[in-house]
């Protein structure tokens, strides 16, 4: 359905209309919001947070930020909690999802409590379902139900544990809770991201006891896990679940699959057998809601409007004057930072967006001050560049290769007196095979020593993008395009 990094997927139907949210992790603007008409073709069309709210982000914290978030519609408001495993639990709200969401609030403070699902009963009251993070708490596998305030301004008490998966359902966590025909339903992955299953949790009181089954396997199919999703109904009454699958450097890609209801459990994916659990399908049926045109997430951007695409993102909080728009043009300051690249927060990024593509952007480089570098990465784990460096004798075009943590290497490959405008190119292989290629035209290009294989980053997927760094002083670069094609 989306074969691009959006992990952790929730999704809810407003009318005719469909609203996806996903994990962001460190990455600003945070919370991207998509939409869909027909639940296989989605776009961005906003994100919930314009920088992450702590001044520890203003740097990059690799893993860390937003985790698992969930959105609902309750009495004509849009609610997303979302946690942050090393701050808390938050709430942000919008009249209109398309427009400014509110300033986060704090639901639950302090370290560990992680996938917050909101749920109001008929009676008005207010919950919210969670998990715990091990990495943080020390404790995993068990799901939490609280009392919550019904603006979902605060908990009214830190609940109790309803469901412990230890024995049965190891690592379950990511609760997404639901009422249908009298049951309260959560739906959770267990087994972890890479090896888990679909559970289902049922209950005719919302404390429990809940029963379990498991609604999805792997089964022989080549859709590993399958993790975390959501469960969402079409005005036709059809059931579907949105999940994601980890596939390495590409990230956690997201799937769709149709949900049969059998003895008021769902049985998520195709259950030819009749043995009450589903393997996922990669081939279906489309939802029936109708034809409506198909569009897909921005990818290539002429920077000829007034705001960065809603396909870009910021390894950290971005800075005052770190970058300008004009004239069909993207500027990039040549920021300062000390270590490694990967650890620069003024990359700006885009997920990977297909098995196989190439990426082009056209830079001018004749405002680039002395000493100044800019160029093209791709960053994961293992990251790689092509650059270019400003020197006195013209520009030195530069390999930079390194590893989080392990260190970085740099090294001049060629020297040219040029001082204008040059291509930069990077191809990815369907085998994740990263080459960067350089033109002075824009036809004919010189492959870049040092060919490597794209790796995923701290749970998330590679990324590539575009970066310009110095002494502060004086534009970096101007970007006057980057184009995306299918490899």
């Known amino acids: ?247 390495g450097a590409y990230g956690r890609i997201v799937h769709l699959q149709p949900v049969a209801w059998v003895d008021d459990w769902p049985v998520i994916g195709d259950d030819s057998g009749g043995e009450g659990c589903g393997t996922p399908v990669s081939q279906w049926r489309l939802p029936d809601v109708g034809s409506h045109p198909p569009v897909v997430p921005a990818d290539s951007d002429d920077f000829d409007g007034d705001t960065l695409g809603l396909q870009w993102q910021w390894n950290a909080n971005p800075k005052p004057g770190q970058f300008s728009l004009g004239a069909g043009c993207l500027r990039l300051k040549a920021m300062p930072y000390t270590g490694a690249l990967c650890d620069a927060p003024h990359l700006l990024l885009q997920k990977f967006n297909a098995p196989a593509f190439e990426a082009v952007a056209k830079m001018d480089f004749r405002d680039l001050p002395q000493g100044g570098t800019a160029g093209l990465v791709v960053l994961g784990r293992a990251y790689g560049a092509i650059a270019v460096r400003k020197t006195p004798a013209g520009l030195a075009l530069l390999r930079i290769q390194g590893a989080m943590g392990a260190g970085e290497d740099e090294a001049v490959f060629s020297e040219t007196e040029m001082d204008g405008t040059l291509y930069m190119k990077l191809e990815l292989s369907p085998g994740m095979e990263i080459t960067f290629r350089y033109s002075i035209d824009g036809k004919h290009y010189m492959e870049a020593p040092g060919r490597f294989t794209a790796v995923a980053g701290v749970w998330v997927g590679a990324k590539f993008g575009l970066f310009a760094t110095g002494d502060g002083g004086g534009i970096g670069v101007a970007y006057v395009r980057v184009k995306t094609s299918p490899g």
């Not at 952790?8 to 992790?25: E, N």
């Not at 985790?67 to 946690?83: E, N, T």
């Not at 379990?212 to 199919?221: A, N, P």
């Open 1 to 247: 359905m989306l074969y691009a990094d959006y992990s952790d997927p929730d999704v809810i139907r407003v009318g005719d209309d469909y609203f996806m949210v996903a994990s962001s992790f460190c990455n600003v603007p945070a919370i991207p919001l998509l939409y869909s008409r027909d639940l296989v073709h989605w776009r961005v069309v906003n994100y919930v947070l314009d920088r992450l709210p702590f001044p520890v982000y203003d740097a990059p914290a690799h893993g860390k930020g937003v985790w698992a978030p969930a959105i609902r519609r309750h009495k004509g408001l849009f609610y997303v909690l979302f946690p942050m495993p090393d701050e808390g639990i938050f709430c942000c709200t919008a009249t209109d999802p398309l427009g400014k969401w509110s300033d986060p609030v704090t639901v639950r403070p302090g370290k560990g409590w992680i996938d917050p699902c909101p749920f109001w009963d008929e009676d008005g009251k207010a919950y919210m379902v969670s998990a715990f993070a091990k990495s943080r708490t020390g404790i995993k596998s068990i799901l939490n139900l609280a009392p919550a305030k019904p603006d979902f301004s605060g908990l009214l008490e830190e609940g109790k544990t309803i469901f412990d998966g230890r024995d049965t359902q190891p690592t379950i966590e990511g609760p997404k809770m639901y009422k249908r025909n009298g049951w309260y339903y959560i739906l959770a992955p267990a087994g972890g991201v890479k090896h888990g299953w679909q559970t289902a949790l049922r209950a005719k009181n919302i404390w429990g006891p809940y029963e379990e089954k498991i609604v999805m396997l792997r089964g022989d199919t080549d859709i590993n896990g399958p993790h975390q999703g959501a469960l969402v109904e079409t005005p036709s009454g059809e059931s579907w679940f949105v999940h994601f699958q980890d596939v």
